[in-house]
């Protein structure tokens, strides 16, 4: 395996939770169908109300983070390339004094 596919497959901490946290959001809302066929109403619309919440205040914030973060390594790696593009078409005034002396 090479470094790319390792770097791949990495997968961050707060890509874990987040995916736990959604897991068990699932398992939640189908107790909450549960409960609302067995009568308890009530209890279902309270669990219901406050998986929904988990689910918007941990991901909403998850997403972000991401966003900014990929926004980020990508700026950086075009001002990378940049700097390398710009580095590679200066000339070095010594190489351009032995071209014009012939030496």
Request: hydrophobic share 45%; with cysteine.
């Given at each position: 395996m090479n470094k790319k596919q390792i770097q791949e497959r990495r997968v961050t901490f707060s890509k874990r939770w987040t995916a736990i946290i959604l897991?068990?959001?699932?398992?939640?809302?189908?107790?909450?169908?549960?409960?609302?066929?067995?009568?308890?109403?009530?209890?279902?619309?309270?669990?219901?109300?406050?998986?929904?919440?988990?689910?918007?205040?941990?991901?909403?914030?998850?997403l972000c983070k991401a966003y900014f973060e990929t926004y980020a390594n990508e700026k950086n790696k075009l001002k990378e390339k940049e700097l390398e593009i710009q580095e590679q078409s200066q000339i070095d005034p010594l190489d351009l004094k032995w071209f014009i002396l012939g030496g």
């Amino acid at each position: 395996m090479n470094k790319k596919q390792i770097q791949e497959r990495r997968v961050t901490f707060s890509k874990r939770w987040t995916a736990i946290i959604l897991f068990m959001s699932c398992i939640w809302i189908t107790l909450s169908y549960i409960l609302a066929f067995l009568g308890k109403e009530q209890i279902a619309e309270t669990l219901s109300e406050t998986v929904a919440n988990v689910i918007i205040f941990s991901f909403v914030p998850y997403l972000c983070k991401a966003y900014f973060e990929t926004y980020a390594n990508e700026k950086n790696k075009l001002k990378e390339k940049e700097l390398e593009i710009q580095e590679q078409s200066q000339i070095d005034p010594l190489d351009l004094k032995w071209f014009i002396l012939g030496g």
